[in-house]
């Protein structure tokens, strides 16, 4: 082998061996369409997705399918391979699935052309949880809230019975301090 083919096969093992590291962090990895069926986004675009990424602790890395594709069989990761056809994009969210999947529904939105309706980046396909998910799993999990909104909704629910609890035993002290007073002013009035 020459020297050259060496530094690229140790490159290309680097390359696999970060985005292992990095599919490990994660939470979420979605895998997507940067193309679409033009131009695709422009870099501009694609650093402006990676800004409001980064506001999500969350990441857009640019590597080649086959690549992608070692760093998933380290993983077992089945089914992933379809998605990994054409020029690609690996989104790896870091803590909240919810927003990253939320950011990149969002930025889509925003990115929609004639030919590209659905918008830019194009959703393949997800990995969560430890299982592959399609598209629509990805854009039903963009419409859930954040896990913040999530928890405080928890506990209010939690909370509600302890508070009627609450309210229907006070209630009952706050109508005999009422009927009190009144007997009281009553009472008053006769003296009077």
Do not use: W
């Not at 422009?42 to 969350?58: F, Q």
């Amino acid at each position: 082998m020459t020297e050259k083919i060496k530094k690229s096969l140790v490159k290309k093992k680097s390359v696999v061996e970060d985005l292992i590291s990095r599919i490990d962090k994660s939470s979420i990895m979605v895998i997507t369409d940067y193309r679409g069926e033009s131009a695709g986004l422009k870099v501009k675009d694609i650093s402006e997705l990676r800004k409001k990424l980064r506001a999500t602790n969350s990441e857009c890395k640019i590597v080649k399918n086959t690549l992608t594709g070692k760093a998933c069989e380290h993983f077992k990761i089945d089914g992933i391979q379809d998605a990994l056809k054409n020029p690609t994009a690996v989104i790896l969210g870091y803590k909240d699935p919810v927003q990253t999947a939320k950011t990149i529904v969002e930025f889509a939105k925003d990115k929609k052309t004639a030919e590209n309706l659905k918008g830019l980046p194009i959703i393949k396909a997800g990995y969560i949880e430890g299982r592959v998910v399609n598209e629509s799993y990805i854009r039903t999990l963009a419409e859930l809230p954040s896990k913040e909104v999530l928890y405080s909704q928890l506990l209010r629910t939690m909370q509600a019975p302890i508070s009627g609890v609450m309210n229907c035993m006070t209630g009952t002290i706050r109508n005999l301090i009422y009927c009190l007073n009144d007997l009281k002013d009553k009472k008053e009035k006769q003296l009077i």
